[in-house]
């Protein structure tokens, strides 16, 4: 099983960026599907993007063209560029893989982050 650890979150207003990494150790990462998840105070875990293993992309609709998906699988690291940022994004965001093709079902993934927290200031 692969284990996954996020990171770069934090504080950030309105109108900014961040980057969340993605880092997993375990097994060859090469092979995994990886889906971003966010989870907000009092609201079900949602999807976010999701990146295949040769890099296709899927976005949910509130972050397409805003936030974006990248792999290196050289560095076993999954990316989530975030710009344009808004009060609604803020939750914690959580990674997560699969073996297989891209999915957006959180249900279809087996391998889960700890999560990390974005907050986003109006």
């Known amino acids: 099983q692969v284990q996954l650890v996020e990171s770069g979150g934090g504080l950030v207003q309105a109108g900014g960026s961040l980057r969340l990494d993605c880092a997993a150790s375990?097994?060859?990462?090469?092979?995994?599907?990886v889906g971003w998840f966010r989870q907000a105070p009092g609201k079900e875990r949602e999807f976010v993007a999701a990146?295949?293993?040769?890099?296709?992309?899927a976005y949910a609709d509130s972050v397409r063209g805003r936030f974006t998906a990248s792999r290196d699988n050289a560095k076993n690291t999954v990316y989530l560029q975030m710009v344009s940022l808004k009060p609604e994004d803020t939750a914690v965001y959580y990674c997560?893989?699969?073996?297989?093709?891209?999915?957006?079902?959180?249900?279809?993934?087996?391998?889960w982050g700890q999560g990390t927290q974005v907050t986003v200031s109006s």
């Open positions: 375990g097994r060859p990462f090469s092979s995994y599907a």
């Open positions: 997560a893989a699969r073996l297989g093709v891209l999915k957006v079902r959180s249900q279809e993934y087996s391998a």
């Open positions: 990146i295949s293993w040769s890099g296709g992309t």
